[in-house]
T-cell receptor
Framework: KQEVTQIPAALSVPEGENLVLNCSFT??????LQWFRQDPGKGLTSLLL?????REQTSGRLNASLDKSSGRSTLYIAASQPGDSATYLC????????FGTGTSLTVIP | KAGVTQTPRYLIKTRGQQVTLSCSPI?????VSWYQQTPGQGLQFLFE???????NKGNFPGRFSGRQFSNSRSEMNVSTLELGDSALYLC??????????????FGPGTRLTVL
């Protein structure tokens, strides 16, 4: 069974810092990997999707990478802002979608 | 393009009752997946419907069931509610076709509280 782990569980950084969130998975036979953010009590907002044949995707200040062979993905956030404060989740698509437990990010003004 | 809608947004029920939640996917999407989110267990997959057929199922008891209509709208039913069913129930919409990449889009969720 696919296991998805996100480290750290919580992260607090001052505004303006660059940061990296990590996602690891145990089964490399995936179709895609998707990063989401979730604000408290809300649904998930899709940030980036990386197909299994791709190595990275970029959107604005966000860059996500994928290394299937090592079972790892990273989400890089440049020049963090207080509005980036949220929980970030990664999900891998195999026969179903498997989610990590998330990283709770707080950006301090 | 309208996003994924879920109704109702909040529900309060008592143990033993049953509840039905509704999800309308993005226009043109044929797949709807349901998830349960709790602080202790995180996001857990319930089931996926594609073209009115259940395509995948997670590891939940038979009290949790669903269906999909010809317009791709989906409903999820929980019978004989237990306190542990209190959670945020999320549905996700995607195109759903095989051999293409599938990006999931989530609704705002239904917050179910069981007393």
């Amino acid at each position: 069974k696919q296991e998805v782990t996100q480290i750290p569980a919580a992260l607090s950084v001052p505004e303006g810092e660059n940061l990296v969130l990590n996602c690891s998975f145990t089964d490399s036979a995936i179709y895609n990997l998707q990063w989401f953010r979730q604000d408290p009590g809300k649904g998930l907002t899709s940030l980036l999707l990386i197909q299994s044949s791709q190595r990275e995707q970029t959107s604005g200040r966000l860059n996500a990478s994928l290394d299937k062979s090592s079972g790892r993905s990273t989400l890089y956030i440049a020049a963090s802002q207080p509005g980036d404060s949220a929980t970030y989740l990664c999900a891998v698509e195999g026969n179903q979608f498997y989610f990590g437990t998330g990283t709770s990010l707080t950006v301090i003004p | 393009k309208a996003g994924v809608t879920q109704t109702p947004r909040y529900l309060i029920k008592t143990r033993g009752q049953q509840v039905t939640l509704s999800c309308s996917p993005i226009s043109g999407h044929r797949s709807v997946s349901w998830y349960q989110q709790t602080p202790g267990q995180g996001l857990q997959f319930l089931f996926e419907y594609f073209s009115e057929t259940q395509r995948n199922k997670g590891n939940f008891p038979g009290r949790f069931s669903g269906r999909q209509f010809s317009n791709s709208r989906s409903e999820m039913n929980v019978s004989t509610l237990e306190l542990g069913d209190s959670a945020l129930y999320l549905c996700a919409s995607m195109g759903g076709w095989e051999f293409t990449y599938n990006e999931q889009f989530f609704g705002p969720g239904t917050r179910l509280t069981v007393l």
